[in-house]
């Protein structure tokens, strides 16, 4: 909003002349985001805490070590949503479709993660949300979504999928681009949304794909950089710079009171509309594959999940001692502590590796 009413005055004042800069709106909405994090959390998580006396439910085969956190409330991803979105819609260009598509699939499934905490809430439970209805309106979102990027996106690159690592590979997939680009987006959103199991381990490794991806987004949208990276080139698409600067500031006001002991949990409400966000950011920026490196803790703890499920079905037997794999550490002894911070340190691991492929063609 911001730049629709302020950036066509450049040429009445050089002071508004800054609002046409990405690098200067992405840090505004880093800071915005932050400052609105901090100052609706407090009154949030009391007003949260007074209407679930109970907290979030805590699975009753989980680690011993989390009854301890009864009674911490959940829903704590409506802090993100609020704070994210309107920081992104005071920062970003309005004008721009890109930013309208991840907002819809960002606070689409952050109500699907709202509905789904509800009923957690209310029958007191850890299974809220039938899955198949919850795909279903995650695929139905994602859907949506997908037809418009599809028609967004510049059409040398509007039908295919990139191989990074690979100069200028890209492989036509025509009307299939619709329903792969709903899967990364539902993959990415349950993803994020199973790792978020201990104080602060998903919140983390979010931050830092968004900062990569706002960062590929500013290089995916500038015709020069593009071009000497041989990466696709997507107009308009920098401007997500903004948003992943939102994400930023969002996840660490969360972080804030999501740090050991946590104050509040991020809930599905968090959980899914960030893992979605960042699936169609990838898609935008046709950076989809890159996604599955920088964001590898989740397809980690993805993966673990699979393989305990099919492991037990086909041989009755477990791999792990409890799936996702960051509860196998902790039945093994591990300190929270130190998986959360061991686990951060390989999402940071992983986005430098994913960083690399764009120069490594």
């Given at each position: 909003?911001?730049?629709?009413?302020?950036?066509?005055?450049?040429?009445?004042?050089?002071f508004f002349n800054l609002f046409r800069y990405l690098t200067f709106r992405t840090g505004g909405a880093i800071m915005t985001t932050l400052l609105i994090s901090f100052l609706i959390a407090p009154p949030m998580i009391r007003w949260l805490k007074a209407k679930q006396r109970q907290g979030q439910p805590i699975r009753e085969d989980g680690?011993?070590?989390?009854?301890?956190?009864?009674?911490?409330?959940?829903?704590?991803g409506l802090m993100?949503?609020?704070?994210?979105?309107?920081?992104?819609?005071?920062?970003a260009d309005l004008s721009n479709s890109f930013i309208w598509y991840a907002l819809l699939v960002m606070v689409g499934y952050g109500l699907i993660g709202f509905a789904d905490d509800y009923l957690k809430l209310t029958k007191r439970n850890t299974k809220g949300l039938p899955g198949k209805l919850k795909l279903l309106a995650q695929f139905s979102i994602g859907g949506v979504a997908a037809v418009g990027i599809m028609g967004a996106l510049p059409g040398h690159v509007n039908a295919h999928i990139a191989i990074p690592v690979f100069k200028e590979l890209y492989v036509y997939v025509g009307l299939f681009f619709i329903p792969w680009a709903m899967l990364v987006m539902v993959g990415s959103s349950n993803a994020v949304n199973l790792t978020d199991g201990l104080d602060g381990l998903a919140i983390v490794p979010v931050a830092i794909a968004a900062a990569c991806f706002g960062f590929i987004s500013y290089l995916v949208g500038h015709a020069d950089f593009a071009e000497y990276l041989n990466i696709p080139y997507v107009p308009g698409s920098g401007e997500l710079a903004v948003l992943c600067g939102a994400l930023i500031g969002g996840a660490m006001g969360f972080l804030w009171y999501n740090a050991p002991p946590a104050m509040i949990f991020m809930g599905d409400t968090g959980s899914l509309a960030m893992g979605g966000v960042l699936g169609a950011m990838a898609v935008m920026v046709k950076h989809e594959l890159v996604l599955v490196i920088i964001g590898g803790l989740f397809v980690l703890e993805t993966v673990s999940v699979?393989?305990?499920?099919?492991?037990?079905?086909?041989?009755?037997?477990?791999?792990?001692?409890?799936?996702?794999?960051?509860?196998h550490f902790e039945k093994k002894g591990w300190s929270e502590p130190t998986i959360v911070i061991r686990f951060w340190i390989i999402a940071?691991?992983?986005?430098?590796?994913?960083?690399?492929?764009?120069?490594?063609r």
């Open positions: 909003m911001l730049y629709n009413l302020l950036a066509p005055l450049a040429a009445d004042s050089i680690p011993e070590t989390h009854f301890a956190k009864a009674g911490t409330p959940t829903m704590g993100i949503l609020i704070s994210v979105t309107i920081s992104t819609l005071l920062w699979i393989v305990q499920v099919v492991s037990f079905k086909l041989t009755g037997k477990r791999v792990f001692a409890m799936a996702p794999i960051h509860h940071v691991i992983l986005a430098l590796v994913g960083l690399s492929t764009l120069k490594l």
